[in-house]
């Protein structure tokens, strides 16, 4: 006759500590969305939630691991906005399209965390920040998936789904980088004051699509 061995509950210690971090990421996250990355300290970041700052370096041990968790927050508000656009289903050409203006949108809503994301910085973090990261490459698996669903149904053109991934990918990213980080971007320059935001990532999206289109 076997035993059951009970699950362990979490202790009030357990919770206490959970409580606590969370705390952290939420004044980094409220500190961030103002003020950017270079807005935040560790003493700064203790003052928010009245704690020392040696006592936040026992939750993180540095800004780099603090970073990696708002990264990786940033990642699962992505994915699980990707998610939603998949969700309502219908012919791959229009889930593209949802799935496409989903990456896009959320970068503009939530422009300095898209940035620290995919920052020069954050790729010069120690290695095993970037091996607990790996959420940042679930949204192009989920691209690979549809350009493979797109194939298969004959409304993609035959391709390889990794290079069309990476395309695209390289293309979303690029529009989306101008409009968050240019603040005059695409009305700014001579000749463009009538080209407004809405047309630019329209016609940007139109044009993705007609690239994997037979």
Aim: hydrophobic share 40%.
């Amino acid at each position: 006759m076997s035993v059951e061995i009970p699950i362990e509950e979490d202790t009030p210690a357990d919770r206490r500590r959970r409580k606590v971090r969370e705390a952290i990421i939420d004044a980094a996250e409220a500190i961030f969305k103002t003020d950017g990355e270079q807005g935040i300290s560790m003493r700064r970041l203790a003052e928010a939630i009245d704690y020392s700052p040696a006592a936040i370096y026992k939750y993180f041990d540095s800004k780099d691991a603090l970073f990696t968790s708002i990264r990786d927050l940033f990642f699962e508000r992505l994915l699980a906005r990707i998610n939603a656009a998949m969700m309502e289903g219908g012919e791959t050409s229009a889930l593209c399209e949802r799935c496409i203006r989903a990456y896009i949108e959320i970068g503009l809503e939530e422009p300095n965390h898209y940035m620290m994301a995919f920052s020069v910085a954050s790729r010069e973090a120690p290695p095993h920040i970037h091996e607990e990261s790996e959420k940042s490459f679930a949204a192009e698996e989920k691209l690979v998936t549809m350009i493979e669903k797109g194939m298969g149904e004959g409304v993609f053109r035959k391709m390889d789904p990794y290079v069309a991934s990476k395309s695209v990918w390289a293309s979303l990213h690029g529009m989306t980088m101008l409009i968050v980080s240019l603040e005059d971007f695409p009305s700014g320059m001579p000749g463009s004051e009538h080209v407004t935001e809405e047309a630019t990532v329209n016609f940007h999206v139109e044009a993705i699509l007609r690239g994997l289109m037979k």
